[in-house]
């Protein structure tokens, strides 16, 4: 079908829009006249939408070959806003037409250009592609891309760094270096300005001849929610979980764990009751989409936290406050932070994209993104409030004098 543009450029964008509402009528014929006339224009993304739609009503015509042409054409355009689509629909349309090799070099061309939230499902189509090529070891790696199993673990880094720290606590000499007293959360000190100790109290543990199961608990218990947040969130953003949760917990503590038995505090479990919070809440308002052996998992939690909340209530030495801190923070995080990396329901409700052929969500990121500010501000009050409260008890030292 050849082109009889263009149309001029001020009147190029009210066409496509046209063109738009013939489509969704089924006029399909009338659409691709009017799409021609948009092609040629001098701004690369109309001509580019212009191409996606005619290669759409092309394909409708069932002129596969030709709708084909069209959208290949798109993607020789300078890069443009509509390019991503053109690659995808060029890969659609390749396997359609049974090839599968011109269709996986398609999705990678797309992938590059993808946003973040469609990277899951084009890692999905990419993984099958190569498995029907007879490549297992690349269809493994996509796979993996849309599960959101990273390559390396930053979960499986911060058990190793956990364990190595919390060894050489327990057995370098103290006259050496005496890491127990310079990581743990001593609450005297962090109110006279040591704030690090809020963090550093995850790496190191009860020593092993007073509690070897501590470290071997809080570890198993990382071990199973640490990669399963990597998978929903990515790495980056469970490192900042991790940090944040501990943060929390160790502010619950500083804040409510009164008493001179609770001045000093070790261990995880702060982080790790908050990871287990922010999955809780992700279950029940986002609704991620996931394997069998994950829901399982997920439906497993709540029994799992209020089981270990009693222990801590009904067993000394436990820093309960810790786990109800990064507990709490956790569901706050889970609460307005969806997970990126795999579809929620409320990312696959679509509606129809700018351009034939293409879909966006149907609810905007623009109010979840404001909702996420206001979410971290009060967050951060909340610290401030724990924070505050902590150093107007713990700026007494009588814990000292009593304990020499």
């Known amino acids: 079908m050849g082109h009889a543009g263009p149309l001029p450029r001020d009147r190029a964008a009210a066409a496509l829009d046209h063109a738009a509402a013939l489509m969704a009528s089924a006029d399909f014929l009338e659409a691709a006249h009017l799409y021609q006339r948009v092609v040629g224009v001098d701004d690369p993304g109309l001509t580019a939408a212009a191409m996606i739609g005619l ?11 030709a709708a084909l042409s069209e959208w290949e054409a798109a993607t020789q355009i300078a890069e443009n806003p509509f390019t991503y689509a053109a690659w995808r629909n060029v890969a659609a349309a390749r396997v359609r037409g049974g090839d599968l090799r011109g269709a996986l070099a398609a999705y990678k061309e797309a992938d590059r250009r993808a946003p973040r939230e469609d990277k899951p499902e084009i890692a999905s189509r990419m993984g099958w592609l190569s498995k029907e ?16 199993d990273a390559g390396f673990s930053f979960a499986l880094a911060v058990i190793g760094v956990t364990v190595a720290v919390s060894l050489l606590a327990d057995f370098l000499p103290t006259d050496v270096v005496d890491l127990f007293s310079i990581l743990q959360l001593d609450k005297i000190a962090v109110a006279q300005g040591e704030v690090w100790r809020l963090w550093t109290v995850t790496l190191v543990h ?51 764990g009164t008493g001179c038995d609770s001045l000093l505090a070790v261990g995880a479990s702060g982080a790790i009751f908050g990871l287990f919070g922010l999955l809780v809440a992700v279950q029940f308002v986002h609704r991620p989409m996931l394997d069998r052996g994950a829901r399982a998992f997920m439906g497993q939690l709540v029994g799992l936290i209020i089981l270990n909340l009693i222990l801590g209530f009904t067993m000394g030495g436990i820093d309960n406050w810790a786990h109800i801190g990064g507990l709490i923070t956790g569901l706050w995080l889970g609460l307005f932070f969806a997970p990126a990396n795999v579809p929620t329901m409320r990312s696959m409700w679509l509606r129809p994209g700018p351009t034939p052929g293409t879909t966006v969500q149907a609810f905007g990121a623009a109010g979840a993104r404001v909702l996420r ?6 967050l951060a009050a909340g610290f401030a409030v724990l924070w505050f409260e902590g150093v107007a008890y713990w700026g007494d030292t009588v814990c000292r004098i009593i304990g020499g």
Do not use: C, Q, W
């Not at 809080?218 to 943060?247: D, H, Q, S």
């Not at 500010?373 to 009060?378: D, E, H, K, L």
């Open 133 to 148: 090529l007879g490549d297992k070891s690349a269809s493994g790696r996509y796979f993996a891309r849309a599960r959101g």
């Open 55 to 65: 290669g759409e009503a092309l394909h409708r015509l069932d002129d596969e070959a």
């Open 373 to 378: 500010i206001a979410a971290v501000a009060g």
């Open 206 to 256: 009860a020593p092993l001849m007073a509690n070897p199961l501590h470290l071997v608990f809080n570890m198993y218990a990382l071990y199973l929610v640490g990669p399963f947040v990597e998978r929903l969130y990515g790495r980056g953003l469970f490192l900042v979980f991790y940090l944040v949760t501990a943060l929390g917990g160790s502010l619950g503590s500083f804040a409510f």
